[in-house]
């Protein structure tokens, strides 16, 4: 287990998740070992969507990890990610933060590179042909809530909305992502990797392409043998170092993106050619999976005193 360091900048968000009695019980009880939500539901004697909700809300915050473990009835297992959490109040920024957050639908790519498997769904119905690549760039691809391919990439442009001569602090990707795998497949495991303006920020290994039970949000007509929801998953750069899910995982510094060169921020999700786990991507809208969100982008600056 590892400490979470949070800051003045980032701590409210957990702060927000430990002020609640149900939550505190949740993560003490899963500190001692993993535990499915009907376990956690009787061990506090408190309703299943009751449990439910404060364990997602765990999740949402990045607290606790919950994936599907065979072997369990193909039950969701909660597990602790930190045992220690601690909260550096000091703070040497010349100047309060500002923040610029931008939500981004899934199917408002503005380039791609995919293989089969892959295909678009909207809310309501398939868009154009599984299997096919083509359909990538059929105008209707907007519309999509759920995407997915075997190998490649999508990549999407934020508007820079970073104030002229503002330095940037702090810059944060969100997005519900798994494996792909023809169907669904637990034991899948892939490789998937984020870019920021050209710049490999890192990549987090899904264990999963997540199936076999229906996602909170995912619609009816699209059955449970395929994929149903993903992990919500954050990449963070500071001046401190790279970031998944608040644990470092490179020194690499929010400066060598360049954030104020260009009109745009590109974002690209992929498979790289070279991965080990070679196993593709899912990513979801807010209208499929657990999580009622696109890609959210998240940038904190300071203005710099003018004199």
Request: proline share 6%; glycine share 6%; hydrophobic share 35%.
């Amino acid at each position: 287990m590892k400490n979470l360091q949070l800051n003045s900048e980032n701590a409210m968000p957990i702060l927000k998740a430990l002020a609640n009695e149900h939550r505190m019980k949740i993560l003490t009880m899963l500190n001692k070992g993993p535990l499915n939500v009907n376990e956690i539901s009787e061990r506090l004697h408190l309703p299943f969507s009751t449990t439910a909700v404060n364990v997602k809300k765990l999740e949402d915050a990045g607290l606790i990890t919950t994936e599907m473990i065979p072997g369990r009835g193909s039950q969701k297992i909660s597990s602790s990610r930190y045992d220690r959490i601690s909260i550096e109040l000091k703070n040497d920024l010349p100047a309060p933060n500002d923040s610029i957050i931008i939500e981004m639908p899934i199917g408002e790519y503005v380039n791609c590179e995919v293989a089969p498997t892959c295909g678009l769904l909207s809310e309501d119905e398939i868009l154009g042909l599984h299997d096919d690549p083509r359909s990538f760039y059929e105008p209707i691809h907007k519309q999509a809530q759920l995407l997915w391919f075997r190998s490649g990439h999508v990549e999407y442009r934020f508007p820079n909305r970073i104030p002229y001569g503002a330095l940037s602090t702090a810059f944060e990707i969100s997005a519900e992502l798994c494996s792909e795998a023809p169907y669904s497949k637990l034991d899948w495991p892939s490789d998937i990797t984020l870019w920021i303006n050209d710049v490999e920020l890192g990549t987090w290994t899904s264990p999963s392409d997540f199936g076999g039970q229906r996602g909170f949000l995912t619609p009816t007509w699209w059955e449970t043998h395929n994929t149903q929801y993903g992990l919500l998953k954050r990449w963070r750069i500071t001046d401190q170092g790279c970031y998944i899910d608040g644990t470092k995982i490179s020194d690499t510094t929010i400066d060598v993106l360049k954030l104020s060169s260009k009109p745009y921020i590109s974002v690209k999700f992929g498979v790289k050619e070279d991965a080990v786990n070679k196993g593709g991507m899912n990513l979801f809208g807010k209208r499929f999976g657990n999580y009622e969100q696109d890609i959210i982008m998240k940038v904190q600056y300071v203005k710099k005193d003018v004199e």
